[in-house]
T-cell receptor, first 109, second 115 residues
Framework: DAKTTQPTSMDCAEGRAANLPCNHS???????VYWYRQIHSQGPQYIIH???NNETNEMASLIITEDRKSSTLILPHATLRDTAVYYC??????????FGTGTRLTIIP | GAVVSQHPSWVICKSGTSVKIECRSLDFQATTMFWYRQFPKQSLMLMAT?????????EQGVEKDKFLINHASLTLSTLTVTSAHPEDSSFYIC???????????FGSGTRLTVV
């Protein structure tokens, strides 16, 4: 897995967009950027992934810089249920995952 | 979507006994499953890679004789914590990939408390 760096914690007001940054300057050309989140006392949940292009699904958007050294996960309208630890992981498809410390996102009412 | 079912959700056992945790892929076949352990306020730590029909691959520092992994079918992997001690109390999580390139699906986790 590529080494990733994320802020330890972030707050976001309910209803606003939450933008979670991730630095992955050592990511290799064929490694995808995956985002997962873990709500307290649950297993992690897949959110989104991308290689080069920006991606969007029903949960979030992923913006990857052109040089692929960093990315931003965007939750467009954060709700209290989005409070979780968010993990950014660079890895090849099928490769075992190595979790970093992630970003603890707290949504403020 | 892909679902991974993990049982039990929680278990309390006495020190010295063994505990088995099951991880099932409900709507897909998983040749490979992964087992993680998570201590309070820490990140997930990969313990081992479970391969269907072959021996599991353990991460450095994980005792293979203590954490027995069996992956006898394409939909079931089990983790047995043998001779459990209080320091084995943790949150155990399994995961599998339904389709290459679509990320991993995780079980809901098993909270083990050894008393």
């Amino acid at each position: 897995d590529a080494k990733t760096t994320q802020p330890t914690s972030m707050d976001c007001a309910e209803g606003r967009a939450a933008n979670l940054p991730c630095n992955h300057s050592t990511i290799s050309g064929n490694e995808y950027v995956y985002w997962y989140r873990q709500i307290h006392s649950q297993g992690p949940q897949y959110i989104i992934h991308g290689l080069k292009n920006n991606e969007t699904n029903e949960m979030a958007s992923l913006i990857i810089t052109e040089d692929r050294k960093s990315s931003t996960l965007i939750l467009p309208h954060a709700t209290l249920r989005d409070t979780a630890v968010y993990y950014c992981i660079g890895h090849y498809s099928g490769e075992k995952l190595t979790f970093g410390t992630g970003t603890r996102l707290t949504i403020i009412p | 979507g892909a679902v991974v079912s993990q049982h039990p959700s929680w278990v309390i056992c006495k020190s010295g006994t063994s505990v088995k945790i099951e991880c099932r892929s409900l709507d897909f076949q998983a040749t490979t499953m992964f087992w993680y352990r998570q201590f309070p306020k820490q990140s997930l730590m990969l313990m081992a890679t479970s391969n269907e029909g072959s021996k599991a691959t353990y991460e450095q520092g994980v005792e293979k004789d203590k954490f027995l992994i069996n992956h006898a079918s394409l939909t079931l992997s089990t983790l047995t914590v043998t001779s459990a001690h209080p320091e084995d109390s943790s949150f155990y999580i399994c995961s599998a990939s339904a389709l290459r390139g679509l990320g991993y699906t995780f079980g809901s986790g098993t909270r083990l408390t050894v008393v």
